[in-house]
């Protein structure tokens, strides 16, 4: 029997270590931020032996209690609630929605992470392409509830919040290149992690994707048109300033008045499925050609190494995979990127295809992650990546991870909810299962 003893007690969050005095070695660290157990997932399973997992939880500039192992991210939280009201798991809903109500900030937005036990530990660093997956996941869960306690006082109010956060982020001066496209968010950390508070004033590509299902989506729960009026400016300025017809793509957004230029699989695999149904299929399927031109990797391994910059001594494999890298150094901005099977990249491509009526090329790279989960070392959920790049600016880690095993899973449960098709009437939205004119 042991005894916890506090010579001296402030008010405030607080760390507790689990000490083995007979070994001088933290067994662990946790926090309590809330009254209550609400639960995120951790967004990475990373093996006790990797250099990366604590249970010290001093490893970062002033503040203590951050581990990685027990970090979530916002657009993974987004992911997971999208999974759980596929799969009906609607206590887990409930615990993810007390959670958001708890860590959302008095403007109305969340934190681009946060610890899975204390909650929010640094500064108010927040993007608008995590708000828009967590809005999204926020609003098709009160659509799909079916066992009466959906649309809650509270939850519609935690939702109007987060829209009109996204909404403010949107650019209205018609004379700015950035027209009605959404600005990044706040908060900037130098390379000494030196925290400053300021706009984010470029427009990404990936977050005007990930934001325009949140719009739509509030357009259906809350009824209001501004957030419909506000999607269709999005979706047509997307187009108009950020597709590269002549390199078939879209570009990775707009910064400094111009766009940024950077190849970024993402952006093209996205942006292609939003566009499917904005424009034609023709441009749609001009990206899905091009992401398979620039980003296909062939033949790789599972790479296990004890190097600390490329750790990886739990997964392994004796076969070889195909997929998709992250990015192509076809200018100068990601030169040097790691050439890796991505697996959330990989079935973003398979969405696509999927989309497009391509369904066996779908399949093909949807099994490709099936055996990258069932690699050895795996408890199930899908590796992030074929080799870990851990050095900035990639940060690639071949651990398990939630945001590939919940595109996995949605992609095969329930495809639709992944950038869903949208009709182009004013304050008006539905899923599209059968027009003629735009099935392959």
Known sequence: MGYIAFPQSFTGKKIVRIHDVNTEITVGATGSGYDAWYRYPASFLIPEGDPQFSKEGNTALGAYGYMLNSRTWSYDVGLALLVFATSGDWDIVDEMLHRLMLDQNTDGSWNFSYDIYIGKLFHDYVRTGAMGWVVWGICYALLTRTDGKDKTAEWIEMLEKGGSWLLSRQVTNKDDPRYGLLRGGYGVYDNDYNYTDVEIEWCSVEHQCSSLQALEGCALVLKKKKYKEAAELVRDQLFLKCYDSENGRFYQGINGGKPDEAWALDCTTWAGMLIFSVVHSDCAKTCLDTACEVYLT???????????????????????????????????????????????????????????????????????????????????????????????????????????????YLIINNPDVLFPRTLRQVYYMAKITNIEDEQP
């Open 298 to 408: 062939t033949d790789k391994k599972i790479v296990m190494s004890s190097e600390t910059d490329y750790y990886n001594m739990t997964y392994s494999s004796n076969g070889t995979f195909s997929g998709f890298k992250p990015y192509s150094d076809r200018t100068a901005d990601y030169a040097g990127a790691p050439d890796i099977v991505w697996t959330e990249g990989t079935l973003g491509y398979a969405a696509l295809a999927l989309m497009l009526g391509r369904a066996d090329e779908a399949k093909f790279y949807v099994d490709e992650c099936i055996r990258l989960q069932e690699c050895n070392g795996s408890s199930g959920g899908v590796i992030y990546t074929t080799a870990t790049y851990g050095t900035l600016p990639w940060e690639f880690h071949v651990w398990e991870s939630v945001v590939s095993s919940a595109w996995l």
